[in-house]
């Protein structure tokens, strides 16, 4: 359907179909594919064709049509370049089959829509703007839709947004408060409000309209919407009327176009093709010359028995024909082959990486996929890495790990020796089953916390009291004990859980109320006020009434800013519970300090009625809040702090260190808050302490971010230069500086400033900083912003990108990126749709760059180097036969020789070369990535290594030409007669020919397999095979006139004379070589020749496996305030407008847990531990939701 390319704004009529499709919005209907079966043909030739190669192909085939010029069959041409067009349209259809196999599995999804008063099951494809539709829990939302009602209280809602952001965290949705009570089908059906709104665009968090209904009008925003992609949770079915559909939605918004990638070495081979085609010409030009020359002083002599054609009126003319003659006979310098080959290594090396066990995640079923076939060498050259955190660095996971009360930290493990043990998965777990209503998922291994909880410690008991009274988590029991946390962020999610598994179970709420099951007894305090959570305060509160009648103020927040509110009489126990922090900080935790206050009846009740007010006023009113809020959370009693662990992704660490040591600098793009996002860098060591500065850019204006980004700079210019002048002369530019700096520095930077720091005149300032700094994390950035920043780096640096995510706000990132990774595995598949290469966890990045990634890029230039060489040596042999022939565009070889020498004789052991060496073991790439900066600086095939290529080939063709050529003027048959026919002398050349390259290949293989042997010597013997056969009387008699060359072959190499000939040619092409690089490797050992060395010394002490040490962090920083949920969810607690109409306000007693007397006497007898080897699978799958169930 064809949309309106300048759309202002949106008008949407709900169940009114003919007045929408007035506008021509687009439809459901989904295409991620390139091609269709019109299109195909066309625009995969022109793609093709954007190769110079093939267009040169295409030329030579034109010219090779021509009689009056041709010296070789058209079929020679014709015959690889249709076979490689061919191979690479059937890889490019079947890499887009998939695509269109994956839009129809979307399109053809099922969702109910309201037509004519009825629901009715209809394709996604076919639902259409202004429809309703009704989702069910666990459904996929099909479009952008505005949420009118629900089965909650309300119109609220609970969605999963994994596929758009990578995280599993519930958020809330709420329907306008007109339409909350649409809830049957009568009333929709007669729901016939307009939407007038903004056009369609990619920005996920924002949304901006106004719905029209019965004369009044009603704003609209983000959180009355409900986006493609996002999935109902705890929601029994909602109603949403379709704003945007299909391509217009923000997640396809977000998508954008696929974009035709090629690596830098196609591009490279272009320049070459041109400079090669440029040589070409010149040699033809030469040739062409001699030709006009040999005709006019002595060709003439020669016409009365060898006239000239008729066409060929003058030696000028004649040396016209002779250039396009040659140039046909040359061409093979770039031979049609090549392209073939490249294509079945990619191919190949695409299959490696699918089958790579070691990039298999078995716990979800996850291989590593290969979903292009283009870019593998790529990855052997990638110099910037950007990364999403949710989802790709962490598992979006909190688990509560240890805590510090009243100055005793818990949660360590000791031996018998009062010596620390390492926490692993063999190590026993506490044992909650003295708690009924524990979350059996929920593992602790200190034991002294549950026997502290048993024998009711005060503090212990008020500490976990506190974590299940403050909070804003929603309880859920579908049936009895079976409990349902509805945690807006996973950081509460876990602290309630843990509470609830220390015997404080949070079992339910109502706006006035909290039940709590302490120690199997029901308590329920009233709720007097929720003192809510923003970024400024850093800390929520609540204030509870108890059963007798004591009214208490329990407050967590960040350390800084609870520890300046306590009372004095706590500061003994704020010292110590400030190193237990530092402790925790310096473990990669995110902290929490936790206090409380008894307020008095008589100031709470003036304070309460100042609150009440407050809340009323409309001016000013949050700032009057917040002053009330100053005044209570004052004096408070520290009990504690908590430690939780946001939980990365196995392996992060040692991942994100190994890839710096490979000079690859990884910058994170995130969403997150500032204090969220350094948290991860220094759980991932990305940041540290040692370093000696981490810059944070926070500014409002364009002027402010300027002067942040100019002082920084100069600190790192001026600091460095300072240190350096000591050692070496002072640095001409900054640029130098770049590669000197010594000292280690990171750059933090939000995605306002991030917006001024994009604009033309600072982005320069921006890269320059973010260059010289060792780490660079960008926070709270849109997915407009992830593009920008790696084409602001690509655009400038020229350097070989990666952007690797996991939901649909990286997918801009992704395809703007040179490689785009995508993390498979988790519910949000939309960046590995998008992506080049997908897996399941963030580490199998670096087996994919420093293994696969370096092999592939190692091979690739080894294969091209030695292509390039075999073909000068091949074809120059006709430059040099020139001289000697009368310039008459006459070939060495036989005809037959020539078509079989790239795709018979020769192509295989190149392959074989190009699939299976390596230069070090994988173990070895693992243990050294240094090895990988040969790619990054593009060491291996650059316009200087063709050069030396291109440079051996035309020597060894001038050798294999001349040895023979002056050997054939001396040498004589043993009966003594002449061995200078022509024939002769070109099997002789060509015999010498295919041995010296394939001698060459064995040694430039450094590593041998049995494929690599078959192919050598089976080319050789194939060699041999047909040209006794192609040379035999047999044939001769069959095709007289395709076979020229009887007996050649048995009469020429019968003779000893020929085989030394061909000993000697191959001796003197061959040892040149061997001997530089043999002086090269002794005199200059680079790195790889030096880990070769050591692999060969190692190889009889059996494979080595690579034991990388847990990267531990090293920092003494207080982690950010655990809190990722939205300000004002305390309000709609406190509201009611959450809770459900059905719901009880004191949960009923579990009876087995309160009848028996004797309870925590059994209980003491049951201390024993018990050992719990926890279930991988379950719990990575389990974990995925930010629901917390306890099972039955």
Known sequence: ???????????????????????????????????????????????????????????????????????LSWFTTIVPLVFVLVITAVKDATDDYFRHKSDQQVNNRQSQVLIRGHLQDEKWMNIRVGDIIKLENNQLVAADILLLSSSEPYGLCYIETAELDGETNLKVRQALTVTSDLGDISKL???????????????????????????????????????????????????????????????????????????????????????????????????????????????????????????????????????????????????????????????????????????????????????????????????????????????????????????????????????????????????FSFNLLHDRRFKFYDSSLVDAVKLEDPSVQEFFRLLALCHTVMPEEKSEGNLLYQAQSPDEGALVTAARNFGFVFRARTPETITVYEMGRAVTYQLLAILDFNNVRKRMSVIVRDPQGQTKLYSKGADTIIFDRLDPSSEDLMCTTSEHLSEFAGEGLRTLALAYKDLDADYFDIWMKKFLFASTVTENRESELDILYEEIEQGLKLLGATAI????????????????????????????????????????????????????????????VQQQLRSAKEHILGLSRVSSAEKTDTFADDFVFEEAIIAEYALVINGHSLAHALEPQLEHMLLDLACLCKTVICCRVTPMQKAQVVELVKRHKRAITLAIGDGANDVSMIKSAHIGVGISGQEGMQAVLASDYSFAQFRYLQRLLLVHGRWSYFRMCNFLCYFFYKNFAFTLVHFWFGFFCGFSAQTVYDQWFITLFNIVYTSLPVLAMGLFDQDVSDQNSLRYPSLYKLGQQNLLFNKRQFFLCALQGVGTSFLLYFIPYGAFSVIVKEDGSHLSDQQAFAVTIATSLVIVVSVQIGLDTHYWTVVNHFFIWGSLAVYFAILFAMQSDGIFGIFPSNFPFIGTARNCLAEKSVWLVILLTTVVCVMPGLAVCFLRAELFPTLTDKVRYLQQARKREGPQEQNLRRVRRTSSRRSAYAF??????????????????????????????TQRSSWIDNMLKRKSEVACISDDSTGASESSSKTIQTPE
Request: glycine share 6%.
């Open 645 to 704: 662990e946001d939980k990365l992704q196995e392996g992060v660490p040692e991942t994100i260190a190994s890839l710096s040591l490979a000079d690859i600098k990884i910058w994170v793009l995130t969403g997150d808050k500032l204090e969220t996002a350094m948290n991860i860098g220094y759980s991932c060591n990305m940041l540290r302490d040692d370093m000696n500065e981490v810059f944070i850019i926070s500014a409002n204006t364009l002027s402010e």
């Open 189 to 431: 059906t007669d729901f016939d409000g307009e939407v007038i709104c903004e056009p369609p665009n990619n920005k996920l968090d924002k949304f901006t309209g106004t719905l029209f209904w019965r004369d009044n009008k009603y704003s609209l925003d983000n959180e009355k919407m409900l986006l493609r992609g996002c999935v109902l949770r705890n929601t029994e079915w909602c109603f949403g009327m379709v704003i945007f559909a299909g391509l217009q939605t923000k997640l396809m918004q977000n998508c954008g176009r696929t974009k035709f990638k090629r690596t830098s070495i196609d591009k490279l081979m272009n320049t070459l093709v041109l400079w090669i085609f440029a040589f070409l010409i010149c040699m033809g030009i030469v040739l062409s010359v001699g030709n006009i020359i040999w005709e006019s002083w002595i060709g003439g002599n020669f016409q009365v028995y060898l006239p000239w054609d008729k066409i060929q009126s003058n030696a000028v003319f004649s040396g016209f024909l002779t250039f396009w003659s040659y140039i046909i006979i040359l061409n093979t310098v770039v031979p049609i082959s090549l392209y073939v080959s490249v294509e079945v290594l990619r191919l190949g090396h695409s299959y490696f990486i699918n089958w790579d066990r070691r990039m298999y995640y078995s716990q979800k079923d996850v291989a590593a996929e290969a979903r292009t076939t283009t870019l593998n060498e790529e990855l052997g050259q990638v110099e910037f890495i950007f990364s999403d955190k949710t989802g790709t660095l962490t598992q979006n996971i909190m688990v509560f790990n240890k805590c510090s009360i009243n100055g005793k930290t818990y949660g360590d493990v000791y031996d018998e020796f009062e010596q620390k043990v390492e926490i692993t998965e063999r190590t026993a777990c506490v044992d």
């Open 1 to 71: 359907m064809k949309v309106e390319p300048a759309e202002e704004e949106r008008h949407v009529k709900a169940n009114a179909r003919d007045y929408n499709d007035k506008f021509s919005y687009a439809d459901n209907y989904i295409k991620t594919s390139k091609y269709n079966i019109f299109t195909f043909l066309p625009i995969n030739l022109f793609e093709q064709l954007q190769r110079v190669a093939n267009a040169y192909f295409i030329v030579l085939l034109i010219l090779q049509l021509i009689p009056a010029i041709s010296s």
């Open 1124 to 1153: 990722s949920h939205q300000q004002g969810y305390g309000e709609l607690i406190t509201s009611g407008k959450n809770m459900r109409i059905t719901t009880v306000t004191s949960a009923p007693s579990p009876e087995g847990v």
